[in-house]
């Protein structure tokens, strides 16, 4: 969970917790309540520091830890941090690691619209981190140092959000594997677990997620016991309205070969942390989608990856089932 689930990311935090690192740098075993005592009555800022909301965020990003009432400073940050807060006063390389290393762990959308004209890129940003960027510095774009810094934070960002990706999948699939062995269940096929497989945790080359079959939902004029294919799509954004998913030329190449038989199940609002979704599946039959695919026009030139941006309530079915599920 984020710092952003608790309090705005301010400078004062950002500030308050290098005190907070520095002091427990220097001295060994300091309790919360010292650390906390000395970093409000240390003069910043003129006023009220908030210590308390800097202890937390250091805790939630993996500066500190807390042990029978004492702060002690993570390997992470001794190795990452500490030799930048030895200073009696806060600097800009201590400014700049802090916000490198709650960038990179997080998934803040507005780093898609990186732009070096500073006018442009402020408009995508939350007024908070705009406040918190200023303070470092990170808008003068003529300095070598800060384009460093950007390049930097953005190469930890694309391989930050590559895997995020695959955590949000990895649920979707979790979801449709159990929504599968429910389904059957309810449809009075025995031994579920038979005819569901969970295929892509054994290889990528099938081109599919997930193996089940019609059941009564999806049997129209065919058995409900024939097998589909269930590719999984899923994203932590809650809208229905404007779905967005990819398709890979693998997948489709699979799905135009079996298009009476695979389907796309949409989910949204995963939750990393509950391990669950605010709703779906959304059910999507790859035959609904084929007149929509592009088609290849040159022999030295050839599509790989398509984007669909789909209203789910118009588009796809969504079954509801019993929420009283027996096991399987």
Known sequence: MSADNYFSISPGIIIALWRILSLTARYEQLSVKSVVEITQNSGLFGGKVPAKNALKFGQIYNFIEIQSGSIYLTEHCKEEFIDLCNDDEPNTPVFRAILSHIISNNNYHWLMFFNEDSDIFRTAIPQDWIDLLENAGLFSFDNDDVIEWWETVLKKYENFTESKKKEIGDIGEKLTYEYELNRLITDKIKKPKFYVKWASRFSDEFGYD???LRGNLLKGKYKIKDQ?????????VRD?????????RNEWNVASNRLSTYFFFCWTGVSLEHQNASDGPYIISAKSLEKHLPTDK?????????????????????PILPSNYTDY
């Open 210 to 212: 997930i193996l089940s």
């Open 228 to 236: 589909i294919q269930i590719e999984v799509k899923a994203t932590v």
């Open 240 to 248: 229905t309205a404007t779905f967005r998913f990819r398709v890979s």
């Open 298 to 318: 040159s022999e030295i030139c050839e599509w790989t990856e398509c984007r669909f941006v789909l209203d789910l309530t118009k588009y796809g079915i969504k």
